[in-house]
């Protein structure tokens, strides 16, 4: 008896540092690349996978999402355990289970969170590949301000690294920019609907320059509304970057319809 395909939907974590980030590349070192080639290994045949969106290289994850079709007739944890044993140690796939044909991973977006680490003061070797160390001081009670300036919904396209004229719709719901202090760290929390390039870096690089004073809070303003960015607002490294969870709208993963989601819900990348 010959088992149905079924669409497979995967929470993965990764340490971003080693690959040339999540999409595939021609010289097969992005973490796409990795995954399926494991999956062709498992499936004896090339299988596509399609992401929530895309991280740069040097972007961390603890829960990037992605869905393939296969079929596969045993328990859902045994494929997950044998995708696991020829994974390299930097990917992990966390959870699988089966979904309804109209999910999609990308498209069933309804937000994202990311949390960006820094260091305040030098940093040992285990700190500094996943986190911004940073020795110069700042002044976190403008920052604050700053954040709650830029939470909300606005165009940010002066917070993006996208190039040329925008193509695209640049407004999106900053749902959550908050900071949060646990000693010598101090972790930026950003939630939206959806983020453009760079996006999340380039508020950072924002809330750093107000905490140094190189910007004032009506820069910013400014920038919400269509101001050329400053050379003091730069996108921060992207070694201290995660994304952390991926949001999907309620019922998706049950949907057997084809899902068609505005693009607006999709990173391009972070």
Not at 96 to 116: C, N, T
Not at 171 to 196: K, P, S, T, W, Y
């Amino acid at each position: 008896m010959t088992t149905p395909s079924r669409r497979w939907c995967c929470v993965c974590a990764y340490d971003g540092g080693p690959f040339n980030g999540w999409q595939s590349q021609p010289g097969g070192n992005a973490i796409q690349d990795v995954i399926e080639r494991r999956l062709e290994q498992v499936f004896k045949k090339q299988i596509r996978i399609s992401g929530s969106g895309r991280t740069d290289a040097g972007v961390h994850a603890r829960g990037q999402v992605f869905h393939f079709d296969a079929a596969w007739r045993h328990d859902p944890d045994k494929l997950r355990l044998a995708l696991r044993m020829g994974l390299p140690a930097a990917i992990q796939i966390i959870s699988i289970e089966p979904v309804g044909a109209g999910f999609h991973a990308r498209f069933a977006v309804s937000g994202k969170r990311y949390r960006y680490r820094m260091h305040l003061g030098d940093a040992d070797p285990f700190t500094r590949p996943f986190a911004w160390v940073y020795e110069r001081p700042l002044d976190l009670s403008v920052m604050r301000k700053a954040a709650r300036l830029l939470e909300g919904r606005h165009d940010f396209a002066s917070f993006s690294a996208l190039n040329g004229p925008q193509k695209d719709d640049t407004v999106r719901h900053l749902r959550r920019l908050r900071l949060i202090e646990n000693g010598r760290f101090l972790i930026v929390e950003a939630e939206a609907d959806g983020f453009l390039y760079k996006m999340v870096r380039s508020l950072v690089g924002a809330l750093v320059a107000a905490g140094e004073g190189k910007v004032n809070l009506e820069t910013l303003a400014a920038m919400l509304r269509g101001a050329r960015r400053p050379a003091a607002v730069f996108s921060a490294p992207a070694h201290g970057l995660f994304l952390e969870r991926v949001f999907y709208e309620r019922g998706a993963k049950k949907r057997r319809a084809q899902v068609s989601a505005p693009e607006i819900n999709a990173d391009l990348s972070d």
